[in-house]
Structure formats: C-alpha cells, structure tokens
T-cell receptor, first 118, second 112 residues
Framework: EAGVAQSPRYKIIEKRQSVAFWCNPI?????LYWYQQILGQGPKLLIQ????????DSQLPKDRFSAERLKGVDSTLKIQPAKLEDSAVYLC????????????????FGPGTRLTVL | ELKVEQNPLFLSMQEGKNYTIYCNYS?????LYWYRQDPGKSLESLFV?????AVKQEGRLMASLDTKARLSTLHITAAVHDLSATYFC????????????FGAGTILRVKS
C-alpha cells in the first residue's frame, strides 16, 4: 500500500515570497491533516479536512496560510507571504477516521517538506 | 486547552539498561498514540492505545495507558543503539474532530 506522498521535499525561499506544498494521502483515507513541526518541537496541527470540508483550522494563521482539498483527495498548503518564523517541516498525514465514528484515529505521516525562509 | 507533557525531554542511556518515558495529559481521553521519529525523517506509528489499561508490546518497547491517571508510559527494556530516536506521544481529542495533540518529544540516545 502506498503511503502519504508529499512534494517538494525541500524548499528554500526568501521572506515575503510565496510557497505551496502538495500532499496525496493514502487511498481511501477520509481525513487529511497538515502539521507544522518546528525544530525541537512536536507537530502542531494547522488544519484538518474530512473529505473536502474543513474540520479544524483554529491554529492556521489565516492572514498568510491557506489550504484546500478540492476533490476530497489531494491537498495543497500555501504560505503567502512567508516569514522567517515559518521555517519548519510541514507534515501531511491521513487517517481513515470519520468524525463521530470509529475508534482508531491512527494517523499516517508523509515524509514532510522542509521549508527554510531566509 | 489540552496539554500533553512528556518527560524526560532528553534521555541518554547505556545499552542493556531499562527506562521509562512518561506522557501526562490534562483532559479526559481514552485514545493515545506513540510515534517514533528518526533525524530528518517523518513520524512512524509505534503503538495505538484505545482503552484504559491497554498494553502493547513490540520488541524492546512496551506502552501502556491509564486513562484515570491521564498517563501513558513507554518502557524500554535492555536498550540497544537502534532505539536512538525521538519519541512522541499524541492524545486524541475525539470531541474536537479527532484532533491529535502531541507532546514535545523525548530524545533518546542509547550509548554502546
């Protein structure tokens, strides 16, 4: 079974530039998550989709970050404009979990995109 | 707001020794996950704990969950160098759409 795919793996940009990340979840997984992991910290949830609807975006800095999952499969996360503090690894994860049902919310993570903002 | 605290944050141990990593959380939850992360790599699922009293074992690692104490432990038996990695616990907030809140991670270094 193919895992969660992400691209690019690495990206270096200057502050105030824009950047986009792409994620393809495991086939059949309804729920997709974007996390930000700053060096030395645990992942922090940015946004959670169930199918193509947003479940939780309470920690997404909406003045500069946006995300979409138009057909309920692939997703893109965009930062515009980037700041120095956005330097981090952006992880995409997916799970079978449906809201309100099922007990196992085990999430499977992609390899991540390491963003450096200069 | 849910807080997840791991301790220790850094653990250096000799091969062959035993040790326990603790994960405390601040609200009710009966689902907790342990992940491993190698340097520069993504997170790998280790254990899924879905009820009070759950215990899972894989090789030299054993995880348990006490929902009444809001505590999970990851016990390492007879450590080997290959276990060196960062270990995260993550608590499932099902009432918030199955949001996972991660601890800060425990960096484990096993010295030979």
């Amino acid at each position: 079974e193919a895992g969660v795919a992400q691209s690019p793996r690495y990206k270096i940009i200057e502050k105030r530039q824009s950047v986009a990340f792409w994620c393809n979840p495991i086939s059949g997984h309804a729920t997709l998550y974007w996390y930000q992991q700053i060096l030395g910290q645990g992942p922090k949830l940015l946004i959670q989709f169930q199918n193509n609807g947003v479940v939780d975006d309470s920690q997404l800095p909406k003045d500069r970050f946006s995300a979409e999952r138009l057909k309920g499969v692939d997703s893109t996360l965009k930062i515009q404009p980037a700041k120095l503090e956005d330097s981090a690894v952006y992880l995409c994860a997916s799970s079978l979990a449906q809201r309100g049902g099922g007990r196992n919310n085990e999430q499977f993570f992609g390899p991540g995109t390491r963003l450096t903002v200069l | 707001e849910l807080k997840v605290e791991q301790n220790p944050l850094f653990l250096s141990m000799q091969e062959g020794k035993n040790y326990t990593i603790y994960c405390n959380y601040s609200t009710t939850s009966d689902r907790l996950y342990w992940y491993r992360q190698d340097p520069g790599k993504s997170l790998e699922s280790l254990f899924v704990l879905l009820s009070n009293g759950a215990v899972k074992q894989e090789g030299r690692l054993m995880a348990s969950l006490d929902t009444k104490a809001r505590l999970s432990t990851l016990h390492i038996t007879a450590a080997v160098h290959d276990l060196s990695a960062t270990y995260f616990c993550a608590v499932d907030m099902k009432e918030y759409g199955n949001k996972l809140v991660f601890g800060a991670g425990t960096i484990l270094r096993v010295k030979s």
